[in-house]
């Protein structure tokens, strides 16, 4: 993958479900494009949520087999489709994990991507992911970037370069110290953390609900 080559939101989104899905889903991975176009639509453990249209997605697919991210699995009935992104980018597992968190969930502190990675790699402890975090900083071109913190914001969070520079709030941007500023810059903040709480809520009643039908309780 070229430094010239800048994802869009939704390629980004296709090949962080992709990865996601090879480690959460293994026995239905390769995707089809039904389970693709589920994945990028899905509600929780996703920011921002998307409804990308079928036709939508292929587009997208299609852009990423051209930068050889994404192949398509031949012998099957129904087309099926995994990733290449360790070898396309040149990185080991940890980082594709590392990646694939934040272009599904959006940037995020290293504490964060330590347990919203856990079921990709399982990470020992947090300087572990800041280990890996600063190596994708330093590629040419660099992968991540520790955005600055921002007001109310106790640890800084890291964003992916995947679909070019992240855009800031205005307000994390600014320099001042205007009451009203910083209002908006904590709102923002809890927005985030609350839309990340929400998400979090969203797995854990999918998962108890596949346990309670496992145990016929359901």
């Given at each position: 993958?070229?430094?010239?080559?800048?994802?869009?939101?939704?390629?980004?989104?296709?090949?962080?479900?992709?990865?996601?899905?090879?480690?959460?889903?293994?026995?239905?991975?390769?995707?089809?494009?039904?389970?693709?176009?589920?994945?990028?639509?899905?509600?929780?453990?996703?920011?921002?949520?998307?409804?990308?249209?079928?036709?939508?997605?292929?587009?997208?697919?299609?852009?990423?087999?051209?930068?050889?991210?994404?192949?398509?699995?031949?012998?099957?009935?129904?087309?099926?489709?995994?990733?290449?992104?360790?070898?396309?980018?040149?990185?080991?597992?940890?980082?594709?994990?590392?990646?694939?968190?934040?272009?599904?969930?959006?940037?995020?502190?290293?504490?964060?991507?330590?347990?919203?990675?856990?079921?990709?790699?399982?990470?020992?402890?947090?300087?572990?992911?800041?280990?890996?975090?600063?190596?994708?900083?330093?590629?040419?071109?660099?992968?991540?970037?520790?955005?600055?913190?921002g007001p109310g914001e106790r640890e800084?969070?890291?964003?992916?370069?995947?679909?070019?520079?992240?855009?800031?709030?205005?307000?994390?941007?600014?320099?001042?110290?205007?009451?009203?500023?910083?209002?908006?810059?904590?709102?923002?903040?809890?927005?985030?953390?609350?839309?990340?709480?929400?998400?979090?809520?969203?797995?854990?009643?999918?998962?108890?609900?596949?346990?309670?039908?496992?145990?016929?309780?359901?």
């Open positions: 993958m070229g430094a010239d080559l800048t994802l869009t939101p939704l390629e980004a989104r296709v090949l962080g479900v992709l990865v996601e899905k090879q480690h959460t889903v293994p026995d239905t991975y390769p995707l089809s494009l039904n389970a693709l176009v589920a994945g990028c639509n899905q509600k929780t453990a996703r920011a921002p949520v998307m409804e990308a249209a079928e036709s939508d997605v292929l587009v997208a697919v299609d852009s990423l087999k051209a930068h050889h991210l994404v192949n398509t699995v031949s012998g099957t009935r129904v087309a099926r489709f995994d990733h290449n992104m360790a070898r396309v980018l040149g990185v080991p597992s940890q980082s594709v994990a590392l990646l694939a968190t934040l272009m599904l969930r959006g940037p995020q502190t290293a504490a964060e991507l330590r347990l919203n990675t856990e079921r990709l790699h399982r990470f020992a402890d947090i300087s572990s992911v800041e280990a890996f975090l600063d190596e994708l900083s330093e590629k040419t071109p660099a992968r991540v970037v520790k955005l600055p913190r800084a969070r890291w964003a992916h370069l995947l679909c070019g520079e992240p855009q800031l709030p205005a307000a994390s941007m600014a320099t001042g110290t205007d009451a009203g500023t910083v209002a908006a810059g904590e709102l923002a903040s809890l927005r985030t953390e609350v839309a990340r709480l929400s998400a979090e809520v969203g797995e854990l009643k999918a998962a108890l609900a596949e346990v309670k039908r496992e145990l016929g309780l359901a």
